[in-house]
């Protein structure tokens, strides 16, 4: 599965929109990009994934680059409660190893007041 | 409702006992895993099981062993403990008939080792 890179920390202002970027400069042509979120003492939450257009849900967008090399996370009102950890996930499907999702350092968010 | 439930969530215990963690989804997935998240923060797969069949196993020492009774259920037994194996274990869950199946995870166990 492809590498990804994400910056170690990031501030945000609450209320403000949050962009997390993710370099993925490896992903192949069956890979998706995954956003994962880990609040402090709990499991990760699943945010949103995409392949190449753009997606967004009740939670978050993701824009992905039209090369799929990188890729942004954006919260777009940031509150305290976004404070977290958050991973950027290239996971392969087609295979039947699709549940191995291959976690970095990801990036610690901190919203401020 | 909790979708997926680990039990315990803490568990404090000596080096050389033997402990089980359980886990339990309700959403109807086909797929179970372990992970563990060690003391820097990495969280990595252990095992996965599809339908209640090993289909992932990440060269963990064979003093772990996951067991599952039905496909709602994940449990995973730890034989004589040892130090390195304190951290916080967690169970996810997924739908394998649907590729794109994201993974949920349950809270996590903490587990100590003395």
């Known amino acids: 599965d492809a590498k990804t890179t994400q910056p170690t920390s990031m501030d945000c202002a609450e209320g403000r929109a949050a962009n997390l970027p993710c370099n993925h400069s490896?992903?192949?042509?069956?890979?998706?990009v995954y956003w994962y979120r880990q609040i402090h003492s709990q499991g990760p939450q699943y945010i949103i994934h995409?392949?190449?257009n753009n997606e967004t849900n009740e939670m978050a967008s993701l824009i992905i680059t039209e090369d799929r090399k990188s890729s942004t996370l954006i919260l777009p009102h940031a509150t305290l409660r976004d404070t977290a950890v958050y991973y950027c996930i290239v996971r392969r499907v087609y295979s039947s190893n699709t549940g191995k999702l291959i976690f970095g350092q990801g990036t610690t968010l901190q919203v401020k007041p | 409702d909790t979708a997926v439930s680990q039990t315990p969530k803490y568990l404090v215990t000596q080096m050389g006992n033997d402990k089980s963690i359980k886990c339990e989804q309700n959403?109807?997935?086909?797929?179970m895993y372990w992970y563990k998240q060690d003391s820097k923060k990495f969280l990595k797969i252990m095992f996965s099981?599809?339908?209640?069949?090993?289909?992932i196993n990440e060269t963990v020492p064979n003093r772990f062993s996951p067991k599952s009774p039905d496909k709602a259920h994940l449990n995973l037994h730890i034989n004589s403990l040892e130090l390195g194996d304190s951290a916080v274990y967690f169970c996810?869950?997924?739908?394998?008939?649907?590729?794109?199946?994201?993974?949920?995870f349950g809270n996590g166990t903490r587990l100590t080792v003395t």
């Open positions: 959403l109807g997935h086909d797929t």
């Open positions: 996810a869950s997924s739908q394998a008939g649907d590729r794109n199946s994201p993974l949920h």
């Open positions: 995409g392949l190449k």
């Open positions: 490896t992903i192949s042509g069956n890979e998706y």
């Open positions: 099981y599809n339908n209640k069949e090993l289909i």
